[in-house]
């Protein structure tokens, strides 16, 4: 919208009535040269139609055709222009209202009773702005009008736009005239200007604004982010404490019939509190996209997942994860969906009475089947040499193939299952199971058992693994001790135990060394200056909380052998402590510290210790063990161990420089054969307390004697290259940690071991025999104390296959009994007579009153499963 002339903008008490008489006397001579001029009615009905920009070169266009009509009419404008200079300072105002934008000359005078634009208005200004006073004519006066009556009577709207087009005609031709157009020139430049200025504040005036909207929103958004801050902030001052998620409650696992439905529930503790999201089978659950499905809840800390309508789909593992700031934690759990298909009584699955018949599994999938398990290509009796590698393996064939269903192998060693180490590896192909050994030792040695599982039935398969001793460096030397543990840990001593070799190089093991090496680094140290014969050992010198491993080596008159497989770190920590350690919550670290002031407390000299004893004794050392006392007030107790001999009064201090801070103690440095009495101080900052009761007289010596040789060794034979050894158990025998067999041909006085690891029982399978060779065999008994002295030799016995009869089947249990049948299941004979059993009978009689009935046979043919269904 155009701006007005300034002199209406100043004053608002200008006058449309108002004439001037010169004005007056021209309007009828404009206005029939306007009618003649075809220049001035083109260019004001363009106007009219077009825009304001198109309009103003169509005004340049009209100023230059006006100029040359002005000097033709120059003579006759003369005598019809303004005399007084009101009336030229009055056209030179209308030409810079003209000028300034006004191109319509109806707004030249403005009406004040017309009705409004409905552009919007912009506010007036109360000042001129720099340019407009420049443009300002210097002896301007502002006129005085003296009255509003309408003195020209009968003249309509259009002809007052038409005076108001006249007066700025008139004014602009006298302007031209007097200043031969270069006035005209440049009021044109500084309307150009004005008309850009003003474009330029209505443009800044709409980008201020909207600047400004935008900084209030940003002014909000930040306040709500600032109280959001504030409030979280609050929050976690009030709990004092960040911690991860943690399962109170984890989900349980479940097997469910087709159709029921089931639910798992968990509970998680957690600040922030935790976000809990349920995945099947690492795909997060969407209720959405299975309505009425699924139904996920959270009420009161306690999360639940509820499965509707179990189908066989469902069966999966399902994990259900809590997050928040500070970490995620996942429980798990499995459900399973069963279904019957086959023989079954319906009656009694109506009642809950599972009555799957024998050999029949659940797969995961909810599929009853009869599954057939065999071992192809099976791995034989192995031998091994230490520092070797192994490999065990064989084909498993399972009919019928369930796709998507694979077994559940596992690995046994003597009845014990074999878990993945750094030693040990194990892989399943999908139709082969491997058992790797990286570096074998002799504790690897012994029965080993593959089992395969599908649902509910499994087949399994053995065979024997030996370790042979690895060449000794030095010839003569014993063979490396194995099975080295702990026994027993605290701040003070680490107990060690572990099992003497079987092959002790020609001469007696005059004992054993220990070295020790701390995790992390590959500085072995000795821990023994002398060797211990005993075959346990309190190793002390270890600073509190780091961790240890260690080994072990025999040595005779030939030297010492080599050292035996490391064992599991162990920390130099209390019992207490290490469970202590474990139960501390995983939190992290939040950078917060709380200092409470106390007043100190008048120390308490604490009482004495309780039930102090000896635990062992032995010819190396002795263990004594105690209860701290009750009175020991607030602060951290340390113990002082005294000795004397027995009989006599004179107490001497064991531990003079290192106090001992556990309720346990080794003492070393005894006289062997020798009776000691043993007490024990406590102490703290107030001072010593008094002594605990004395024990009683122990004689430094190892009370754990050395078993006895066992007796009645009789072999029997068993296969074409093995024989099997049975014998009886050593008599009033300790701790016994197992037997060695030993084996030699007839005649040639060598003896060789059968077996490098120890082994309990009393019946033994020697493999790797000669066939047709006749062989004697002996035993011996073992534990920490020592090896037995040998058994009497065998009966000599040639190397063959035996056939014979198999012993009885045992443990014949009824599995499952129905209303008119009966399911029966038993083991193998314990003798198999040579041969693989290849099959059984089942027998059966009625028993009415207590009296029984005939033997009846319940199969005609030979089964080969160790479970049979009698109807």
Known sequence: MMSLPFYQKLHQHYDRSYRNKDLRTTMSQYQQEKRSSAIYTHGSTAYSARSSAAHRQESEAFSQAS????????????????????????????????????????????????????????????????????????????????GRQVHVSGITDTEEERIKEAAAYIAKRKLLASEEGITAAKQSTVSKQSTSTLHQEEAFEKKSRKVAIREKAEHLELRKTLEETEAYHRKLNEDNLLHAPEFVIKPRSHTVWEKENVKLHCSVAGWPEPRVTWYKNQVPINVHANPGKYIIESRYGMHTLEINACDFEDTAQYRASAMNVKGELSAYASVVVKRYKGEFDETRFHAGVSTLPLSFAVTPYGYASKFEIHFDDKFDVSFGREGETMSLGCRVVITPDIKHFQPEVQWYRNGAPVSPSKWVQTHWSGDRATLTFSHLNKEDEGLYTIRVRMGDYYEQYSAYVFVRDADAEIEGAPASPLDVVCLDANKDYIIISW???????????????????????????????????????????????????????????????????????????????????????????????????????????????????????????????????????????????????????NWQRVNTELPVKSPRFALFDLAEGKSYQFRVRCSNSAGVGEPSEATEVTVVGDKLDIPKAPSNIIPSRNTDTSVVVTWEESKDAKELVGYYIESSVVGSGKWEPCNNNPVKGTRFTCHGLTTGQSYIFRVRAVNAAGLSEYSQDSEAIEVKAAIAAPSPPCDITCLESFRDSMVLGWKQPDKTGGAEITGYYVN????????????????IKAISDEAYKVS
Not at 79 to 102: D, F, I, M, P, T
Not at 561 to 590: I, N, Q
Not at 605 to 611: F, L, N
Not at 845 to 856: A, S, Y
Request: charged share 25%; proline share 8%.
């Open 499 to 649: 099992k003497q070799p079987a092959v002790d190089g020609g001469s007696p093991i005059l004992g054993y060394f220990i070295d020790k090496c701390e995790v992390g680094t590959n500085n072995w140290s000795q821990c023994n200056d002398t060797p211990v014969k005993f075959a346990r050992f309190p190793v002390t010198g270890l600073i509190e909380g780091r961790s240890y491993i260690f080994r072990v080596r025999a040595v005779n008159k030939n030297g010492i052998g080599l050292p035996s497989r490391v064992s599991e770190p162990v920390a130099a920590l209390d019992p207490a402590e290490k469970a202590r350690l474990r139960s501390r919550p995983s939190a992290p670290w939040t950078g917060q510290i709380i200092v409470t002031e106390e007043e100190p407390t008048e120390g308490i000299v604490p009482g004495p210790p309780t039930d102090l004893s000896v635990i062992e004794a032995t010819q190396s050392y002795v263990v004594l063990s105690w209860k701290p006392p009750k009175q020991r007030g607030h602060e951290g107790i340390l113990y002082f161990i005294e000795k004397c001999d027995a009989g006599a009064e």
């Open 67 to 146: 100029t040359t009509s002005y000097q033709q009419q120059a003579s006759r404008a003369s005598e019809l222009a303004l005399s007084s200079s009101v009336s030229q300072k009055a056209a030179s105002a209308y030409n810079y209202g003209y000028s300034r934008g006004r191109t319509d000359s109806s707004l030249m005078l403005e009406d004040y009773s017309s009705k409004l634009s409905p552009q919007i208005k912009r506010a007036r200004k109360g000042l001129l702005s720099g340019e407009e006073k420049e443009n300002l004519p210097s002896d301007y006066m502002v006129p005085i009008f003296s």
């Open 844 to 859: 059966y009689r009625e028993v009415i009153d207590g009296v029984p009935g005939r033997w009846r046979e319940a199969n």
